[in-house]
């Protein structure tokens, strides 16, 4: 059995404790034993010095998106270069069990490296389980796991379809939440804001949650509004939960757009408020005051109804009519264009040679390249465009992060995909920055910068708290039995480099990273190793 003698360093168990000298051993997949500083290795050990640096637990991502780049390249360069260690996806849509009539399972995330040959693959996928077994088949250098996404829920039942669903409908549903639950789901991942999960109603998803409830799981969700209705939102999940059993957790908290900014400090007594009566919820953040998305979000939710947005917006008439729902909306719908305002929406992945010229330019600035207002250039973009067209939107303040980073029930989530920049075709530039840097710039900026936390807190933050949260057992924290998810890093280098402008520049600090005793970042490079297991919200439950 191979083993690593971790020595020299500054030992952070992922509890929140502070930093103590100590010398760790990795046998095979887990610690073997931690012990005090300067003890002889073990004969044959690989010794590894540590000495000026942090040995921390691997971190954990608890809102991936890494459902198509894991299955092309599963060495997700971007998360591992920042001591990530596990990925948790789900929000919204996940390709798995695969929907009646769609074209595959990647409608948002698109295929896995273009390949055409998972669209067969993935029409066979009849249980949510079947995608993670693709994936254990193709390997990752980093653990993975998934809830099941709520939209995908709501097409199973009934397709992009508006209303109330039947009784059969919401029985078909949650039998597909059950089977997600039994093959190892943490739970069911919403995202409110999106067709056609967004024609969900609340009485829907409480039934729903009570299939995850049953198996002791999570309801984890983008609330039906973060900008002017946040609180609604907010109350709306906790009524679902409350309904149903099933524990609460908030997807990137933030208040979006600036009417909304005060209203965080009311969200977070709120939820403090329902804690400290007993009940079950966390959130996860992402480090950036800009958000990410699809164009199409600009455009109000029923104007996807039945998956026909580009044909709406061929038709004269229909345009018209959705135009107007962006020039005024009616507060039904979170207006994202508006809140963002042109200068402050910014368009990326434009593939057609036509529009390469827009990036990296606001859709301010597009519109008046095409003499257009900029309702007109974005739908003109959505409609021309052959594949999905995302958009960065400023709409948070900074103030905010920090406020929301001292509640010790707040964890991290990138809300992005982990790849290698080297081989996007624009070298990732035009992506979002939290892809390349939220677990970096957590440890360089709000840390060592800032002082808003302490480095033995935010590095509990990234792991031992949302190993608790996802019931994870042996992962999170540094201890003997536990598997060997370790990460040593500078914390007087550590910084993210990423940016609006460049999205595609590696976090630098993290020196080597181990995977369930397997080293996959040496000295800063990815050895290519791929040990990652899958996880499952499941594994030692069963049905209450």
């Given at each position: 059995m191979s083993q690593t003698w971790i020595t020299g360093g500054t030992l952070l168990d992922g509890t929140g404790t502070p930093g103590r000298r100590a010398?760790?051993?990795?046998?095979?997949?887990?610690?073997?034993?931690?012990?005090?500083?300067?003890?002889?290795?073990?004969?044959?050990?690989?010794?590894?010095?540590?000495?000026?640096?942090?040995?921390?637990?691997?971190?954990?991502?608890?809102?991936?998106?890494?459902?198509?780049?894991?299955?092309?390249?599963?060495?997700?360069?971007?998360?591992?270069?920042?001591?990530?260690?596990?990925?948790?996806?789900?929000?919204?849509?996940?390709?798995?069990?695969?929907?009646?009539?769609?074209?595959?399972?990647?409608?948002?995330h698109g295929l896995p490296g273009e390949d055409a040959a998972w669209i067969e693959r993935s029409r066979g996928w009849t249980r949510f389980g079947d995608w993670l077994s693709a994936?254990?088949?193709?390997?990752?250098?980093?653990?993975?796991?998934?809830?099941?996404?709520?939209?995908?829920?709501?097409?199973?039942?009934?397709?992009?379809?508006?209303?109330?669903?039947?009784?059969?409908?919401?029985?078909?549903?949650?039998?597909?939440?059950?089977?997600?639950?039994?093959?190892?789901?943490?739970?069911?991942?919403?995202?409110?804001?999106?067709?056609?999960?967004s024609y969900a109603s609340t009485d829907e998803l409480a039934a729903l949650c009570e299939e995850v409830a049953a198996f002791g799981g999570i309801y984890i969700t983008h609330m039906r509004s973060e900008s002017a209705a946040i609180l609604d939102g907010l109350e709306e999940a906790l009524d679902i939960t409350g309904r149903s059993g099933a524990r609460l957790h908030l997807y990137h908290l933030k208040a979006a757009g600036e009417a909304a900014w005060p209203k965080m400090e009311q969200l977070i007594e709120r939820v403090n408020a329902e804690r400290a009566a007993g009940r079950d919820i966390s959130a996860d953040m992402y480090l950036?005051?800009?958000?990410?998305?699809?164009?199409?979000?600009?455009?109000?939710?029923?104007?996807?109804?039945?998956?026909?947005?580009?044909?709406?917006?061929?038709?004269?008439?229909?345009?018209?009519?959705?135009?107007?729902?962006?020039?005024?909306?009616?507060?039904?719908?979170?207006?994202?264009?508006?809140?963002?305002?042109?200068?402050?929406?910014?368009?990326?992945?434009?593939?057609?040679?036509?529009?390469?010229?827009?990036?990296?330019?606001?859709?301010?600035?597009?519109?008046?390249?095409?003499?257009?207002?900029?309702?007109?250039?974005?739908?003109?973009?959505?409609?021309?465009?052959?594949?999905?067209?995302?958009?960065?939107?400023?709409?948070?303040?900074?103030?905010?992060?920090?406020?929301?980073?001292?509640?010790?029930?707040?964890?991290?989530?990138?809300?992005a995909a982990g790849y290698d920049p080297a081989l996007q075709p624009d070298g990732g530039t035009t992506g979002h920055p939290r892809a390349m840097g939220n677990f970096a710039r957590l440890l360089g900026h709000y840390v060592r910068e800032r002082g808003v936390l302490t480095l033995q807190d935010a590095v509990h933050r990234m792991t031992g708290l949302p190993a608790g949260h996802l019931r994870l057992t042996d992962r999170g924290e540094l201890r003997a039995?536990?598997?060997?998810?370790?990460?040593?890093?500078?914390?007087?280098?550590?910084?993210?480099?990423?940016?609006?402008?460049d999205a595609g520049q590696l976090s630098t600090g993290v020196r080597d990273v181990w995977v369930n005793g397997v080293r996959v970042l040496r000295d800063g490079q990815h050895t290519r190793a791929l040990p990652g297991h899958r996880l499952s919200g499941s594994q030692q439950r069963s049905p209450q």
């Open positions: 010398d760790l051993l990795i046998e095979g997949e887990r610690i073997a034993r931690i012990s005090g500083p300067g003890g002889p290795a073990p004969a044959g050990a690989e010794v590894v010095d540590a000495t000026g640096l942090t040995v921390a637990p691997g971190f954990i991502d608890v809102m991936s998106h890494s459902v198509s780049t894991l299955l092309h390249d599963g060495l997700s360069v971007g998360k591992v270069t920042q001591g990530v260690t596990t990925e948790i996806m789900g929000e919204g849509w996940t390709p798995a069990p695969a929907v009646e009539g769609e074209a595959h399972g990647f409608p948002i994936q254990e088949e193709v390997g990752a250098a980093v653990n993975f796991g998934s809830f099941i996404g709520g939209a995908t829920v709501r097409m199973a039942g009934r397709g992009h379809a508006e209303g109330d669903s039947t009784p059969e409908q919401i029985a078909q549903m949650r039998r597909v939440v059950r089977g997600a639950m039994e093959d190892g789901a943490f739970g069911m991942a919403t995202a409110l804001i999106y067709p056609p999960g950036y005051t800009a958000g990410g998305t699809g164009l199409a979000a600009l455009a109000p939710p029923w104007a996807s109804e039945g998956d026909q947005l580009v044909e709406r917006l061929r038709d004269p008439q229909s345009r018209a009519t959705i135009r107007q729902a962006i020039l005024e909306p009616d507060g039904t719908w979170e207006p994202l264009g508006s809140l963002a305002g042109p200068a402050g929406a910014f368009p990326v992945g434009l593939k057609l040679p036509e529009h390469r010229a827009y990036i990296g330019k606001s859709l301010a600035d597009i519109a008046q390249a095409r003499g257009q207002d900029w309702i007109d250039a974005a739908l003109d973009l959505i409609t021309l465009e052959p594949e999905r067209v995302g958009c960065l939107l400023h709409l948070m303040t900074e103030k905010n992060i920090e406020r929301q980073l001292l509640e010790p029930w707040v964890m991290l989530g990138s809300d039995g536990a598997f060997a998810d370790v990460v040593v890093f500078d914390p007087a280098t550590i910084q993210d480099r990423a940016t609006y402008a």
